[in-house]
Antibody
Framework: EVQLVESGGGLVQPGGSLRLSCAAS????????MDWVRQAPGKGLEWVGR??????????EYAASVKGRFTISRDDSKSSLYLQMNSLKTEDTAMYYC???????????WGQGTLVTVSS | DIQMTQSPSSLSASVGDRVTITCRAS??????LGWYQQKPGKAPKRLIY???SLQSGVPSRFSGSGSGTEFTLTISSLQPEDFATYYC?????????FGQGTKVEIK
């Protein structure tokens, strides 16, 4: 069974940093592109970014709203995905989901999400 | 960036009704579109990919159609468990963009 479990969320002050993790199991993690998607309270879904697999050089893409502040990485040996978030703003407050892709199609499986609250 | 516009933003329907949700792209996206269902407090779930391919395990009452700039998600006979918010997503170019969502409520 495919499982994605996010962790690392919490309360952080504006300007602070946080690192989210997504532990994957039940599939060959190294074969898949992975994405982060977020949802601010009461709002819609927003794509955050993507990391490709080793065959595609682990290249990344980001939404403009997070580019230069957020970094997506992965450790295939640990079947884990990461989101390093720096210079956090109040508008980054959201539930953050990791999602597995099949090919370039986003999200055939999703984690349960981890909540990030940016507030003083 | 490609803008995705869903209509309606919300709708009320009864169990057994046929429901259609439309998603329009600001430029052509071929068939690079997916549909997702989200229930309150839960993660999204993919229903359709490549505009019309049914995700494994998703009931056949869900169907998708369209190409280019106009797409539809149809629920042929609405069931109680289908009351949720539905989102479209284009993935032809970065940044990937979601529609604003369509909330399907009980009439």
């Amino acid at each position: 069974e495919v499982q994605l479990v996010e962790s690392g969320g919490g309360l952080v002050q504006p300007g602070g940093s946080l690192r989210l993790s997504c532990a994957a199991s039940g599939f060959t993690f190294r074969d898949h592109y992975m994405d982060w998607v977020r949802q601010a309270p009461g709002k819609g879904l927003e794509w955050v970014g993507r990391i490709r697999n080793k065959a595609n050089s682990y290249t990344t893409e980001y939404a403009a709203s997070v580019k230069g502040r957020f970094t997506i990485s992965r450790d295939d040996s640990k079947s884990s995905l990461y989101l390093q978030m720096n210079s956090l703003k109040t508008e980054d407050t959201a539930m953050y989901y990791c999602a597995r892709d099949n090919g370039t199609y986003l999200g055939d499986s999703w984690g349960q999400g981890t909540l990030v609250t940016v507030s003083s | 960036d490609i803008q995705m516009t869903q209509s309606p933003s919300s709708l009320s329907a009864s169990v057994g009704d046929r429901v259609t949700i439309t998603c329009r792209a600001s430029q052509g996206i071929r068939i690079d579109l997916g549909w997702y269902q989200q229930k309150p407090g839960k993660a999204p779930k993919r229903l359709i990919y490549a505009a019309s391919s049914l995700q494994s395990g998703v009931p056949s009452r869900f169907s998708g159609s369209g190409s280019g700039t106009e797409f539809t998600l149809t629920i042929s006979s609405l069931q109680p468990e289908d009351f949720a918010t539905y989102y479209c997503l284009q993935h032809i170019s970065y940044p990937l963009t979601f529609g604003q969502g369509t909330k399907v409520e009980i009439k």
